[in-house]
Structures are given as structure tokens and as C-alpha cells.
């Protein structure tokens, strides 16, 4: 199983992005989907979860800029970022929850977003 995330990139405070993570391979089901960052010298914190029926939490700190979407189709997983803070720059990892031959979290190498103000 592999998780590829994309999407990251520079962009000016106040502007937007969105964010995707793919999970492909030998692939069961995907339970939840989400996100993680982490800033320069900081721990990883949490983003944002969306479970397979839809229903997802976002962290305070971007509640009401970002949002959380899937295609479960696609065993996909989306992050829209708006109205984007230099404080929101960090390494974006999105992670899965997958049943394969067994059931573990995978990991996406890490996508960097750049805000500047």
C-alpha cells in the first residue's frame, strides 16, 4: 500500500490550495483519512480526519479555513486550505487508516506548504 500526496506548493497569505492523498496497492477498505503538519522545529499536530461515511473533525486552528473531503472511489482524500496564514507553513502529511492484509495507518511522504506574507 502506498499513500502519494500532492498538491502542496507557495502561496501568498490570504490565498489558497488544495491538497490530495491517493492510498493505492492491495487495498480492502480505507477507513479514515486525514492530515497532519508539522512546522519547522515543532512537533507534528493534527489537521483534519474525514471517516468513510463523510463525517470528519478539523483542529481549531484552522476551523473555518480549511475543509476535509474523500472520493471513496478513489480511496482519496482532499484538504482545502483558504484564506492561508503564514503560520499554516509546515510540511502537510496526510496518513489512512487501511485494511489490507492487515489492518495499520499509512503514511504520505510529506508535502510542503509555503505561505509568505
Known amino acids: 500500500v502506498q499513500l502519494q500526496a500532492s498538491g502542496g506548493g507557495l502561496v501568498q497569505a490570504g490565498g489558497s490550495l488544495r491538497l490530495s492523498c491517493a492510498a493505492s496497492?492491495?487495498?480492502?477498505?480505507?477507513?479514515?483519512m486525514g492530515w497532519y503538519r508539522q512546522a519547522e522545529g515543532k512537533e507534528r499536530a493534527f489537521v483534519a480526519f474525514?471517516?468513510?461515511?463523510?463525517?470528519?473533525n478539523i483542529a481549531d486552528a484552522v476551523k473555518g479555513r480549511f475543509t476535509i473531503s474523500r472520493d471513496n472511489t478513489k480511496n482519496s482524500a482532499y484538504l482545502q486550505m483558504n484564506s492561508l496564514k503564514p503560520e499554516d507553513t509546515a510540511v502537510y502529511y496526510c496518513?489512512?487508516?487501511?485494511?489490507?492484509?492487515?489492518?495499520?495507518?499509512?503514511w504520505g511522504q510529506g508535502t510542503l506548504v509555503t505561505v509568505s506574507s
Open positions: 474525514i471517516r468513510t461515511g463523510g463525517g470528519a
Open positions: 496497492g492491495s487495498i480492502f477498505n480505507v477507513n479514515t
Open positions: 496518513y489512512a487508516d487501511v485494511y489490507s492484509s492487515a489492518r495499520r495507518n499509512y
